[in-house]
């Protein structure tokens, strides 16, 4: 008898807007990613779930010629946009991208227990059943090697002064994720998830994701923290998490918020990695 795992289904879709906001959301996070990483240089790494590719294509310029980066995507429409993004960079030569699904990694035998990092970075809080995209994982690293879990916990976040019915929005946003099957908390779980899947916890810690009005860089913080709630509205409203008077009502509170000047965003990734016995 053979059973099936449930269909991941992605909240925010593939759409042109959602893809602009993935390629902001890597311009403002990808450097404090990197140094999380801590790569040496050599190193064959897997990506899953590389999305866009930009964060596999900036781990491939650390892992440098003698290293090799394989990403894997599930989604059609977002390999052709990675490869678009990494022609207009003079860096088609940097990746190598299969389409696949997470819970089935397109390895040659010979691949598996091969890499000595294998990443991925918001896909977990995607799926219905993340241990079983852990342990693959787990199994393609080789032994000594990294297994590295980035995604969120989105009951961390904090928006001061707080818009106005932001704690309703938030919580709806969150309630998104669960009628698809999905855990919008699953950053704290991910430590046991590696110890599930066979690996040895061994670094767990908060990568920063978040700054004031002051900061140059805020407006893009604050750009894709509404660009990823307006992405869920219609599943926030379908599921008649909110109506839409009351959505829209917050949106523009968002809005006002991010045009003040003592605005701030308190916020940040899980990372946590294991390593492979």
């Known amino acids: 008898m053979t059973t099936s795992t449930p269909e991941s289904r ?8 959602e893809q602009q906001r993935l390629a902001l959301l890597n311009r403002i996070l990808n450097d404090s ?26 781990m491939a310029r650390a892992a440098g010629p003698s290293g090799k980066v394989v990403g894997v995507e599930r989604s059609a429409e977002q390999i052709s946009k990675s490869i678009q993004y ?12 299969r389409q696949g699904d997470a819970k089935e990694l397109p390895l040659a035998e010979n691949e598996w227990g091969s890499f000595d990092v294998v990443h991925t970075r918001f896909l977990l809080e995607h799926l219905p059943d993340p241990l079983s995209v852990v342990r693959q ?35 709806a946003y969150m309630g998104a994720f669960e009628k698809l099957g999905n855990d919008p908390r699953v950053g704290r779980r991910m430590v046991s998830m590696l110890a599930g899947a066979g690996a040895l916890p061994a670094r ?15 407006p893009a913080f604050a750009a894709n923290m509404i660009g990823v ?40 990734v899980c990372w946590a990695e294991g390593v492979k016995a």
Do not use: N
């Open 86 to 97: 990494a022609s207009e960079d003079g860096e088609s030569h940097l990746i190598e991208i």
């Open 229 to 268: 709630i307006a992405g869920a509205g219609s599943q926030i409203i379908d599921h008649g998490l909110m109506k839409q008077s009351g959505f829209d009502s917050a949106m523009e509170a968002m809005r006002d918020w991010s045009r003040r000047p003592d605005a701030v965003l308190w916020y940040g």
């Open 137 to 171: 994982m787990v199994r393609a690293a080789r032994s000594g090697g990294r297994v590295v879990l980035a995604d969120d916990d989105h009951d961390v976040l904090r928006l001061s002064p707080e818009p106005e019915g932001f704690r309703s929005l938030w919580s």
């Open 204 to 218: 767990a810690v908060w990568v920063p994701f978040g700054t004031c009005a002051g900061d140059a860089r805020f």
């Open 33 to 58: 990613c990197l140094g999380e990483l801590r790569l040496r240089g050599g190193e064959r790494i897997l990506d899953v779930g590389c999305g866009l590719g930009q964060f596999t294509r900036a």
């Open 10 to 17: 992605y909240l925010h879709g593939t759409h042109t807007e």
